[in-house]
């Protein structure tokens, strides 16, 4: 029976909507490498299950469509539900996913403290936590628009306070400056990398 071998690095990625989570983190892993990085969403397990139990279109329910627009509050709902019984249920899911075997993975949606909670636990080592900050006015201009039940909810808000991000990433439309902090984890992830490789040989 293989063993699943343990991350080298997590990169847990945190921010509001339409600060750039995903822009962000698909950067990322083309610097890093398919190869050697997985992009692992904590919502697509959760998008998953409230699929098969609703009746949903499950791609749609993916991507950033007016179709996941109209379910998001009721599958926010849902999720805390499943979370008051099992606090670390999604992350615990995520992990057994096969892309889960690339030494790198990016965690692109942590959304609560439990979510941060279980990897630096369970992941002591290997597990860097990065906040997306956009300001207002730069997310408006994306798209955004407040909807109360949805972004005032734990789920937007529940890790605004109360964590100390070993690297804060600003998206503000200041490529250079998102270059020089993306050059920076990409970095990161190499020496990480390098260790591994020499602690294996």
Known sequence: MNVKAEPVLILVF???RKSGKDY???LLQERVGRDNCAILRLSGPLKSQYAKEHG???????????YKEQYRAAMIRWGEERRKQ????FCKLVTRDEKASKPIWII???RRKTDVE????TYP???????????????????????KGIDDAESECGLDEGVGWDVIIHNNNDSLLLDATLDDIT???AQRLKEAGNQNS
């Open 56 to 66: 949903l279109d499950l791609d749609k329910l993916l991507d950033a469509s007016e």
């Open 118 to 121: 279980y990897f630096k636990t």
């Open 14 to 16: 945190s921010g509001k």
């Open 86 to 89: 099992e606090p670390d249920y």
């Open 108 to 110: 692109s949606d942590a």
């Open 24 to 26: 962000i983190t698909d």
């Open 125 to 147: 080592t290997a597990t860097v936590t990065c906040r997306v900050e956009a300001e207002l006015q730069v997310r408006e201009q994306r798209g955004f628009l407040f909807k």
């Open 187 to 189: 970095h990161m992830v």
